[in-house]
């Protein structure tokens, strides 16, 4: 009967089932079985009021506590029912209800458990995920990463600017993007990244100080330098000039460089340099690091400087060209002299070798040395005697050493560049440029101690190697064959066949693309002296000289021209072409000289004038000649055995002026001898002709 509650027939499996809970799959639709069944066999059993839905229905009748007396009597709206909850003891209906509102409370407890035993193993596999995104991105291998990162990622968007893990994760893969130089993929994660996190109360946190680094790197990546300078400079204008700021500082400076604004970055960062001084001091690593930045822009400008068209224009660039010259000068002074406390950091020592170029470069080669060998021992203890930075201040300053006029520091930098070229031949590879660098060094030490042997082994050695030098371009290779071409002309007659070989091939392809260049003449001269020295070679070193003479005459009348004369000459002397020897000599003889150098050469030129005199049997004219020469080698301060080398010519010149004289005269006699007897014989003839008449 409907509105009679009607106790459960079935059985207990049954009931047990009824009585158990259905939870979905997602953790999110529980619901009892009693609500799904509606106990269709006794559904209307059920009175409303019952515990399981009295709070969805007003409950009808009067509490239970309530005697008999106060209940309603038959007749009533509630009808026979009534007289069921006036008895003392509670029908048997109710322990069938509390039985069931104690399974459905069950139930729901077992579904909020399965949820968050759900909830969190669904976390579990999503970290799990993660960590194996970080692992391959770590591994390079990007592909699968990508792949992973969608799967993990869809669909996931962070609820408040709180979540950090997907904030990390996409953080993390837009770094992999750009690892991959995918710019343009990375830059709407980095920035979307960027508008979460900077949403953090200032000042900024760590994460979103990083999310702002990669977006700005994305975005000058991209081209898109200006947008990043902006980002840059409404960081460094915030209120407070801390360390973050005067970082982005610095990042304004570099995008106004990229974007050539050289001069606004340079005076931005002379602003953040002065800021760092004040704040973190002038041995902080960072405010040595601005300084260093602003010695690069100050050498940029520098460099953009151009000689200008005018005299005028000339004169004030090279003025501004000295003043940024001090600037540099005067910074790097001052970032040197904080290596006194506590010691030197990389980036003071990298300081110092940049003074120490500046004063190279002024010729200051003694205080340059200075600031090498701080620099240098100081690499060596820091950076070990291999590091490259520590060959590079070694090479500088053996350079420093053997530019100086001094043998006992030529033969330091000798010591300091072969360790220097042993090291760099053993961890180098074939055609090594640092290698080679470190062998022309050291040849230019040899060579300004005169030892060409060791130079001319050196400079062998980088013939071998220039070929090997990837993209070494030939103009290098004819450098080194033509260093090594002059060292063997040093070493005299031994070499000549060597030099010979060298110097003709290089001759023959310059004189065809630039015959007139000073570098073309210089090797015809040293190939012409190289054939004058070996037998049957003398017409072709004359015709070698005979170029390189007249184009000198008609290009400079210097040094060179005196020396080109003076060879010219000699060989004319050689082939006995006296007359034309003579033309020659006395031109190089009578020219206008400056400098000691040129007339030590026309002095020579001089001694070959007077033989050529000589050997025209004009002796007063040679000894003329020569005796101006002896007179003027005493005020050049030339050698002695220049000196009795003109005396010797200027006695075998007065010999042979007397024995022409002695012949002269010796022939005038027996001309003289030969007349009185042809005088004496006809007279006798004509005694006999006219009969002894006288």
């Not at 090291?423 to 022309?440: F, H, L, N, P, Y």
């Not at 693309?513 to 054939?531: D, E, F, H, K, V």
């Not at 000289?593 to 007339?599: A, I, L, P, R, T």
């Amino acid at each position: 009967m409907k509105g009679v509650f009607q106790p459960y027939a079935g059985s207990s499996e049954d009931y047990a089932r009824v009585g158990s809970s259905s939870v979905d799959d997602d953790g999110s639709n529980v619901q009892t079985s009693f609500e799904e069944a509606n106990f269709e066999h006794n559904t209307a059993s059920i009175p409303r009021y019952s515990p399981i839905s009295h709070h969805s229905y007003r409950m009808p009748f009067p509490p239970l506590h309530r005697s008999s007396d106060s209940l309603p009597v038959h007749g009533t709206n509630f009808g026979d029912q009534t007289s069921r909850y006036a008895s003392s003891e509670p029908p048997a209906e109710l322990h069938c209800s509390t039985y069931c509102r104690k399974q459905l409370e069950r139930s729901r407890q077992q579904a909020k458990e399965y949820r968050l035993e759900k909830k969190a193993a669904e976390e579990e596999n999503e970290s799990l995920k993660i960590r194996l995104f970080h692992t391959l991105k770590e591994a390079k291998k990007y592909v699968d990463a990508e792949k992973l990162y969608h799967e993990a990622m869809t669909g996931r968007e962070p609820t408040q600017s709180g979540d950090t893990a997907i904030l990390d994760v996409k953080h993390s893969f837009a770094a992999m993007l750009i690892e991959q130089k995918r710019f343009q993929e990375a830059e709407p994660i980095s920035r979307a990244v960027w508008e979460e996190r900077k949403q953090c109360p200032d000042p900024p946190s760590d994460v979103s100080k990083e999310s702002h680094r990669q977006l700005c790197s994305v975005l000058c990546a991209v081209g898109r330098h200006k947008d990043a300078e902006i980002m840059h400079t409404r960081a460094y204008q915030r209120e407070s000039m801390d360390k973050w700021a005067l970082e982005n500082g610095d990042e304004v400076c570099q995008r106004r460089r990229e974007q050539g604004e050289i001069k606004r970055a340079k005076e931005m960062q002379d602003e953040v340099w002065k800021e760092r001084q004040k704040q973190q001091g002038p041995r902080d690593a960072l405010t040595i690091r601005s300084g260093l930045r602003l010695i690069g822009f100050l050498e940029e400008l520098v460099a953009t400087i151009d000689q200008g068209s005018t005299d005028a224009e000339r004169r004030l660039n090279d003025i501004r060209k000295q003043y940024l010259e001090c600037d540099i000068e005067e910074i790097l002074r001052k970032l040197w002299d904080t290596r006194l406390h506590p010691e030197p950091t990389t980036d003071i020592l990298n300081a110092g070798h940049k003074l120490g170029i500046v004063l190279f470069l002024q010729n200051k080669f003694s205080d340059a040395e200075a600031i090498f060998i701080s620099v240098w021992e100081g690499k060596k203890q820091q950076l070990g005697e291999r590091d490259v930075s520590t060959m590079s201040t070694g090479s500088m300053l053996g350079k420093a050493l053997y530019l100086q006029d001094d043998r006992e520091a030529r033969l330091r930098a000798v010591d300091i560049l072969q360790g220097i070229w042993h090291v760099r031949q053993t961890v180098m590879k074939s055609g090594d440029a640092e290698a080679i660098a470190s062998g022309e060094d050291l040849a230019q030490a040899y060579h300004s101690l005169g030892d060409w042997l060791n130079a001319e082994h050196a400079y062998r050695w980088i013939v071998n190697q220039k070929p090997q030098k990837p993209g070494c371009p030939k103009r290098e290779i004819d450098d080194a064959l033509w260093n090594l071409g002059q060292t063997l002309d040093k070493q005299g007659m031994e070499k000549d066949r060597e030099a010979e070989m060298v110097l003709s091939g290089l001759y023959q392809q310059w004189n065809a693309s630039s015959p007139n260049s000073n570098q073309t003449l210089q090797c015809g001269q040293m190939l012409a002296q190289s054939l004058s020295t070996q037998n049957g070679k003398t017409n072709e070193a004359l015709k070698v000289a005979l170029g390189v003479f007249n184009r000198r005459a008609s290009a400079e009348k210097g040094a060179a021209y005196l020396d080109s004369g003076r060879l010219y000459g000699s060989l004319l002397l050689e082939v006995e072409n006296f007359p034309e020897a003579e033309r020659i000599l006395e031109t190089v003889w009578e020219h206008q000289v400056e400098g000691n150098e040129e007339q030590k050469l026309r002095l020579t030129c001089g001694q070959f004038y007077g033989q050529a005199l000589a050997k025209r049997h004009k002796y007063s004219d040679s000894m003329r000649i020569l005796e101006a020469v002896v007179e003027a080698q005493g005020a050049v301060s030339a050698g002695d055995l220049e000196i009795a080398e003109t005396r010797r010519l200027l006695e075998d010149t007065n010999r042979l002026k007397k024995e022409r004289e002695r012949g002269k005269r010796n022939s005038n006699r027996r001309r003289g001898f030969f007349s009185r007897g042809r005088q004496q014989r006809w007279g006798r003839v004509r005694q006999q002709l006219t009969g002894g008449s006288h």
